[in-house]
């Protein structure tokens, strides 16, 4: 694809070096630090605007705006994984840099380019795969497509955030060469790939906090990589003012500061740290300003002198916007003279961003096993039953930094009932449920305190909920994320808020009602305190204890039609983040199961919609399991024996067991898709899109099977990466296991053959790349995707390797009956491994075979080939 490049001249580090020196250390240390949670420090005093940033990945999470604003929603990191295509990655994350950019912000939380290393990492939705090759090129594309558009990628976080139990404390123990040839490979693709920031991560490495290993940030980032861009840390993750800036962190989030900005400052004067470390910090900040535009550009950058010929080419483009009137339009709360006066809500998505991310998700989705029945015939669809926890109510984002507000999601009950003929006849039944937490209140009938539909949210001033308060609102959402989402005017530290509205019980029976928060708090039933955490002090671990979901409540005995008034309130001495969240569960009492399986038997074809949901896939903790929560296998079993076509659709963001995998007519891995599912999987389902998806990860028969499952650190917080280098299908090799299926697996509607290969070996003997021309023929009747694979296995090398490696990989879009030679290149480098002794690349010589194929346990083709 060709990405409209649209962002300023790069000004001359001479200019840049020039400008830091002019400031004092005071102003210098301010460009170290956020001012709150989202503004990185700036200058007034040369037209330096606080650079705004935003989660990221799947999207602009814009926790800055107005209620009501929403952006797109684009498929989780799996699902692009996926994909296994850079093209479509670069124009998903293009997108996200027009949003961001109309947005305001200048430089976007993501892409995530740690390893999914167990199926158990809380975050693993937000990475890409198990694989460092692929995650690598696919994390390259993502920083390529999102600084097109003028806006920095900060991929995160660095690293060894494999995993989310114990985040900030745990010690991974990680060899050397596990440490470069998998979890360090994407970092150094997005170094190559020019990304503007990077994050370090809250865990330890070997022993070291990431913010203040002076090994990783300094020597191998900055030393052996030339990696001229802002080190930041994640949130609250700086430890150590001396220590980190040393150690190459240049940039504290969020703000104020507690360990780099005017801390750093003192400790330059107190000569405790050296002034040139200061101004190499901010010289990358002042450099990052430049490329992001967020600072002014000079009459002589402007005129288009000083550039290489290189800029030339788009100096105009890039001027001009520049100085378009709505370039980085600032949509932040402004501090209004009236706090209450409503802002414009901040709509960023499109029909084009919609089309594009129903493509991209259809193009992630794995077709795992299918006996025909797919894809349907609407003509002999007359009845569908449309079953499962996530049918209607999906997992289309994970929760936690990631998640966002998105314009809409389309249900895959909506999607096929928009997509099948008019008079097609639907049932639909959850069957069960899939909660992790008591569900939100507001999916009951409430009303807010005047008779609206949702809730009222009351702000005060200071720490007791009295007298008028400061502000008040309708909620539909009975889950209030207080983090720099405050309305003008409140104190982060200093505010008390309420929560309130009436629950009219659909039908009598126990209710469970429970409160859920970060910051003093408690919970009132038609006025009586059920449960009291007011003195509660906000958590140590705050990043921790945001997401940890602690529940206190009670159940009551609750009458059909019979208003009950429900509280809860909650104070912030802190200036911490803040959480309130109320859920309410009504009493189970018809036999869903039985529902579910009545519907299948009546129906032409069952779809059963299993997964996960937001609390599943979250960050700050990890799954336990990697069963399906609640009873969804069941479901699934009881549905199979009813329907012989019961196809299932997994809404998962990583690997989930799929124990009935052989007794159903079809399965698909649908990821965690964006707003556009249901119409992506409808495309799918019915023929129109093919399910373009290969497996970036392996999924195990057995839990057991896993190479790494356990994320839990040992009493003394140390994670050890036993596996090594045998991460993922690695792993499934080197222990000889089968999985249930295949790293790379995915089928098409259509077949393709692999005709022939030839490699030009020489070149690699003779340090240049060889060159892989694989031939490939569509023999189906139908239009597809194939993903062509390439594979090297050493045939023997003096340290222990894994069996086979991803080295390359091309998508191959053709007709029927098409063909095409595609051409693959290998480096030494690809045959290569990290001696730690000699602290180098060692590509040895010896016989190494390549292989191409469809997956990692389907070959097509092999060759030997010596290396001299
Ligand atoms: C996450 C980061 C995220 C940051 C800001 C942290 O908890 O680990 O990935 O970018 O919060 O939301």
Redesign the pocket.
Known sequence: MTLNIDATPEIPIERLDALVRSLSIEERANLTAGIDSWRAGGVDGIGLEPMLTQ??PNGVRGTTFARGSSATCTPCGTALGATWDVDIVAEVAARIGVEAKRAGVHYM?GP?VNIIRSPLGGRDFECYSEDPVLTARLAAAYVTGIQSQGVAACP??FVGNDSETKRTTVNCIIDERALREVYLLPFEAVVKAGTWSM?VA?NRVNGIHCSRNAALNSTLLREEWGWDGVLMS??YAAHDTADDATAGLDLEMPGPAKVLGSYLAEAVRARKVDEETLNSAALRVLTLAGRVGALPLDAEIEAGKERTPAHDAVTATRIAAAKRADFRRPWLQPAAADPSAPLEPVLLSDADAAALVRRAAADSFVLLTNDGTLPLNPAKTHRIAVLGPNAAAPCTQGG??AHITAPYAISPLDGLRAALPEGTDFVHEPGCTKDRFVPQLTLLPVADMEGKPGLTVEFWHGQEPKGEPFVRYNSTSSDLHLFGDLPAGVAQNDFSIRLSGYLTPPMSGLYKIVMRGLGGRRLLVDGKLVADEWDSPAGIDI?TAIFEGKEDGDSFELEAGKPVLIAAELHSSSSSPSLLAIGTAAPDASDTLGAAVTAAKSADVAVVVVGTDEAWEH??RDRQTTTLPGRQNELVERVAAANARTIVIVNAGCQMDLPWADKVAAVLYAWLPGQEFGNALADVLLGVAEPGGRLPVTIARSAADYPAFDTTPDSDDKLVYRESVNVGYRGFDAAGIAPRFAFGHGLGYTTFEYQSMELSAEGLCEGEPAELRVKVKNTGKRAGKEVVQLYVAPNKASVPRPKMELKGFAVVRLKPGESTEIVLTLEDRDLAWWDARKQHWHAEPGKYEILVGRSSRDIKLRQTFDLA
């Open positions: 989660d990221g939380l995530v995160k976080h994050m809250y994640d949130w936690g930094a990043p960050e700050g």
